[in-house]
């Protein structure tokens, strides 16, 4: 499977955007998709995610109530909107699969997208 995001660039504070991350290959119901942000210097954090086959989904406390996760099996597409976007909101969002079902640790996911850039001005 190989994972290609899209969707990012400029924003101002308070606006929106959309992240797409299309999968080639076959996505299985016990699996998970997720999105990670990273800023320059830290950690890659957990952003949200979504079961495959049940539509189950998962929030880091930051964006609960702002951003939602959502998923298109039969185009093979995970998307991120993104509402009310902050300044702190600003990193490399990455797309990310992971097989053995895992929610929130990014050790746990096997395959990554290349990341698409966010910037949220104030």
């Known amino acids: 499977v190989q994972l290609q995001a899209s969707g990012g660039g400029l924003v101002q504070a308070g606006g929106s955007q959309r992240l797409s991350c299309a999968a080639s290959?076959?996505?299985?119901?016990?699996?998970?998709m997720g999105w990670f942000r990273q800023v320059s210097g830290k950690e890659r954090e957990f952003v949200a995610c979504i079961r495959w086959g049940v539509g189950l989904t998962y929030y880091a406390d930051s964006v609960k109530g702002r951003f939602t996760i959502a998923r298109d099996r039969a185009e093979n597409t995970v998307y991120l909107q993104m509402n009310d976007l902050k300044p702190e909101d600003t990193a490399v969002y990455y797309c990310?699969?992971?097989?053995?079902?895992?929610?929130?640790?990014?050790?746990?996911?096997?395959?990554w997208g290349r990341g698409t850039l966010v910037t949220v001005s104030s």
């Open positions: 290959g076959r996505i299985y119901s016990s699996h998970v």
């Open positions: 990310s699969l992971s097989r053995r079902g895992a929610l929130y640790s990014r050790n746990e996911y096997d395959t």
